[in-house]
């Protein structure tokens, strides 16, 4: 599988389009649409929520509720797009209207501006933006509709938000659906109020709190990913992704940072028989070994840093005048780390239903059930 996406943040539609679904996969309407508000959802979200519906529109690849193994077009309409039309039109929007100078720092604004020769941080940050992780997770229906089919779940919760820990341990993702019913999804209650204070506290300052969000997919079989090349190794598929979310600015498997100060006798996974079969009594390794699944969960942690636009400013230049000032707000969240976890778990499962779908081949579902299910058995 592979996509691309397009689209802007106050232009007219975010779109994509990603090929080598196979044909006979059921997708819903209702599937789109519940990924889509759990994205917009979560404590300290902005006001851009209030604004969008971030409906999926299908245009091609799908006829009466299957895929038909064509390459799947997505868009979603930008609703906020008739109130910035006369600036970001692509042939009569005014560049004078609209425009970004004094660069934000933490942004792409100087940087890319630097990059492409502009004076206008605008044409940068409407692309850096966030807004495009809606059109990720709209993909990521797709993928986990694919990897559902297969018996494989995908679920997420938050676990610091402002320097606050929550408490609970997950042990498998079917359980972490139960995140979505609190306001950061966070499984730990206590915590959750107190995150919940932190980012009231930051919004009082005018300043913005990051945090930390687990994901778990459950249900991968051993033999996912590959040892015998750096690009065919699946921590390597999933952290590359994973940074290329906005903000995200560490990710890691099972211990991760942890295993610096362990011995290895505490670190790895040791191996034993019952009934026959291998087992393991710890998952440190986060469910990959050598770039290989091996058949435990797979467990990611990602660290969000704070958003950058802060409604209090913060110093920078403006590369148009060469001047010291504050940069301005633009429309932005206080918090975003339980909307990051949602967009996550989209990119998760687009990389193992790309490497599964690499692995096992198939054009149809049917086809590729099969073949799933006798690795599995395989792995037995």
Request: aromatic share 6%; with cysteine; charged share 25%.
């Amino acid at each position: 599988m592979r996509y691309l996406t397009a689209g802007e943040s106050h232009g007219r539609a975010l779109i994509a389009i990603l090929e080598g679904v196979p044909a006979g996969l059921k997708i819903s309407r209702e599937d789109f649409d519940r990924e889509a508000a759990r994205r917009m959802s979560g404590y300290g979200r902005g006001g851009r929520m209030k604004i969008e519906s971030d409906k999926a529109e299908i245009l091609s690849g799908m006829r009466g509720g299957y895929t038909t193994g064509a390459p799947i077009g997505i868009m979603i309409q930008n609703r906020d797009y008739p109130n910035w039309e006369r600036a970001t039109d692509p042939f009569t929007g005014d560049v004078s209207l609209k425009k970004l100078t004094a660069v934000r720092p933490g942004h792409a604004d100087y940087a890319g501006c630097v990059k492409y020769g502009f004076d206008d941080a605008r044409n940068i940050l409407e692309r850096a933006s966030a807004r495009q992780t809606a059109i990720r997770v709209a993909l990521g229906v797709v993928c986990k509709r694919y990897l559902a089919e297969l018996g494989i779940f995908i679920g997420s919760h938050v676990t610091v938000i402002g320097g606050v820990r929550g408490a609970y341990v997950a042990a498998t993702a079917r359980e972490l659906e139960r995140a979505d019913s609190d306001p950061v999804r966070c499984m730990d209650a206590s915590a959750s109020e107190k995150m919940c204070a932190r980012i009231d506290e930051a919004r009082a300052a005018g300043d913005t709190v990051g945090g930390k969000f687990q994901v778990i997919a459950e249900g991968v079989p051993v033999g996912i990913g590959s040892h015998t090349e750096y690009f065919r190794k699946l921590d390597y598929r999933l952290g590359g992704e994973l940074m290329s979310l906005q903000s995200v600015k560490s990710v890691s498997i099972g211990l991760g940072a942890d295993c610096e100060s362990r011995p290895g006798s505490d670190v790895h996974d040791a191996m034993y028989l019952k009934n026959g079969r291998i087992v393991r009594r710890s998952n440190n390794a986060g469910g990959i070994e050598g770039g290989i699944s091996n058949g435990e969960n797979i467990v990611i942690n990602c660290v969000v840093k704070p958003i950058p636009t802060l409604m209090a400013g913060l110093p920078t230049v403006d590369i148009a005048q060469l001047k010291e000032t504050l940069s301005q707000p633009e429309r932005s969240d206080v918090c975003a780390v339980p909307a990051a976890a949602v967009v996550a778990e989209a990119i998760t499962a687009y990389v193992l239903a790309d490497v599964i779908s690499e692995t096992l081949g198939g054009d149809r579902m049917d086809e590729v059930k099969e073949r799933f299910l006798k690795k599995v058995a395989d792995a037995k």
